[in-house]
């Protein structure tokens, strides 16, 4: 059974930095194209960006600059590197495959706020 596990959200201040980490167990992520997703409080599971095997990456708009996806497969790992958070940051954020066809995790919960 596939686990995912993210780790690493806490309560930062706006312009704060944070890096988020998902662990995947139970199979291997080398081949899968990996995304991190974001949902804030009353609203739907948005993309944030995704990763392929290669390494390239692709963000949305909002994001843009600011955020950076990272994977390492040896330790079948994703990484989210945030920077210059800002309060429309807040949000819980999940790993998953681009094409979510793992079982969701729990996510990370995140808070921008002085």
């Known amino acids: 059974q596939v686990h995912l596990v993210e780790s690493g959200g806490d309560l930062v201040q706006p312009g704060g930095s944070l890096r988020l980490s998902c662990v995947v167990s139970g199979r291997s992520i080398f081949f899968k194209r990996m995304a991190w997703y974001r949902q804030a409080p009353g609203k739907q599971r948005d993309l944030v960006g995704d990763?392929?095997?290669?390494?390239?990456?692709n963000y949305a708009d909002s994001v843009k600059g600011r955020f950076s996806i990272s994977r390492d497969n040896a330790k079948n790992t994703i990484y989210l590197q945030r920077d210059s958070l800002k309060p429309e940051d807040t949000a819980v954020y999940y790993c998953?495959?681009?094409?979510?066809?793992?079982?969701w995790g729990r996510g990370t919960q995140v808070t921008v706020s002085s």
């Open positions: 990763i392929r095997s290669s390494g390239t990456t």
């Open positions: 998953n495959a681009l094409a979510q066809d793992l079982t």
